[in-house]
């Protein structure tokens, strides 16, 4: 579901552990980084090199270390204390602001992060439902005919979903079948379509006996592509407004 000519998403990465582990691979592989200001005349090109989170901190190395001055004069000039970060390397993009703290031998010292963001190019902008909400569908019965279960959604794009189901349930849902009725709400309007099942795989939660299922939608309607889009972009400009 991702290509090269794909839509940006900024997905957060919810936990703290999740966002030290990125970190921390990012830091140990030095990766390439771009800072730049509110005011977004100039990019810093620096190298993620200090990852101390029990310190509270960050640190780039500049490459051209006679930018740093012009930088941090343009901070100045914004009235915006915080510096934006984009990280990138063979495994992870990640997304962040941050503000500086210290500059010496060449090392830029930053605040850890608040929020952290996956950056990821795909074919469809998809939303992951945050933690503290809830949105859900309603699923055809395996078992019961004519009869629908309600799911939790994990996240949403207009090209498909995942949601959650019991273990004992993943028997009845294969990687291959299509699923003639999914039904769940966008904006108050009802969408209903079929699905073929992409994959099913446990869900990464300790003590969880969960599984996630991940569809393909194959009878979409495309007012209802774009309904879902809309509402994948506001939610993403609400994300984003707040953190920036």
Known sequence: MTDNSGRISFEPIETKDEAH??????????????????????????HFSHFRPEENQVGFKPERPNDIGPFLLEIKESKSPFVFVNIANDRNKVFFKSQITSYKDNLLVMNYPVGVFRVQRRQHLRYKIPQGHTMRLDVESATTPGGMFSKKIIDISAGGVAFYIEAPEAEHFPSGKTIQRIRFQIDRSTVLCSAQIRHVRPARMEGSEKMIVGVLFTELPLEDQIRIETFIRGKMKALLSRML
């Open 21 to 46: 582990k990125v970190l921390n691979e990012a830091a140990r592989a030095r990766s390439f980084t771009q800072l730049f200001s509110q005011l977004k005349r100039r990019v810093l090109t620096c």
